[in-house]
T-cell receptor, first 114, second 111 residues
Framework: ETGVTQTPRHLVMGMTNKKSLKCEQHLGHNAMYWYKQSAKKPLELMFV???????ENNSVPSRFSPECPNSSHLFLHLHTLQPEDSALYLC?????????????FGPGTRLTVL | GESVGLHLPTLSVQEGDNSIINCAYSNSASDYFIWYKQESGKGPQFIID?????DKRQGQRVTVLLNKTVKHLSLQIAATQPGDSAVYFC??????????FGQGTELSVKP
């Protein structure tokens, strides 16, 4: 256990559905991240939050909408996704802002878009 | 753009042997490097890191070597065990603090 939990672990949704992914970190960290991991490709950074403020959006389509109500929780709201959005979505946290120290990852949500 | 790549997509070793996983990075200004292990169905797990002012760092059964001259990073696992079977990937921190991740090498340990 890394201290970062994600729910659900698996999600199957249709292209017209709306769903949300949840991440919670119990490490007292101030920065949280969403990554997308597709087969045979490196991790792709999607969003970064530092002290609840979004500091990076890596040209992510608007059908992905992040929310960070506090430093311990991070959500990724999904709507009208495409089949190519099927991937493992990973949440991570670090003590300080991006790049300053090690990021700790959750187990991920395996998303399948039909 | 920046990229971090691994020389081999798969590596198969005999239990008890030493494993060496390699990583090439492209940004000479990168100042921090991390190795992660990702087991099936799990998120990446931090293994070891090294800063650019060092060329070697040792952990428990793992050693990371950094060669800045050729922009090469390696992870050495001593006495590889079946539990070491996983995908290993490196990451570099480029200017501005962003982490760039490599594609990964799948390590398979034969009993």
């Amino acid at each position: 256990e890394t201290g970062v939990t994600q729910t659900p672990r698996h999600l199957v949704m249709g292209m017209t559905n709306k769903k949300s992914l949840k991440c919670e970190q119990h490490l007292g960290h101030n920065a949280m991240y969403w990554y997308k991991q597709s087969a045979k490709k490196p991790l792709e950074l999607m969003f970064v939050y530092n002290f609840k403020e979004q500091t990076e959006n890596n040209s992510v389509p608007s059908r992905f909408s992040p929310e960070c109500p506090n430093s311990s929780h991070l959500f990724l709201h999904l709507h009208t996704l495409q089949p190519e959005d099927s991937a493992l979505y990973l949440c991570a946290s670090s003590h300080e802002g991006p790049g300053t120290d090690t990021q700790y990852f959750g187990p991920g949500t395996r998303l399948t878009v039909l | 753009g920046e990229s971090v790549g691994l020389h081999l997509p798969t590596l198969s070793v005999q239990e008890g042997d030493n494993s060496i996983i390699n990583c090439a990075y492209s940004n000479s200004a990168s100042d921090y490097f991390i190795w992660y292990k990702q087991e099936s169905g799990k998120g990446p797990q931090f293994i070891i890191d090294i800063r650019s002012n060092m060329d070697k760092r040792q952990g428990q059964r793992v050693t990371v070597l950094l060669n800045k001259t050729v922009k090469h990073l390696s992870l050495q696992i001593a006495a590889t065990q079946p539990g070491d079977s996983a995908v290993y990937f490196c990451a570099e921190r480029i200017q501005g603090g962003k982490l760039i991740f490599g594609q990964g090498t799948e390590l398979s340990v034969k009993p």
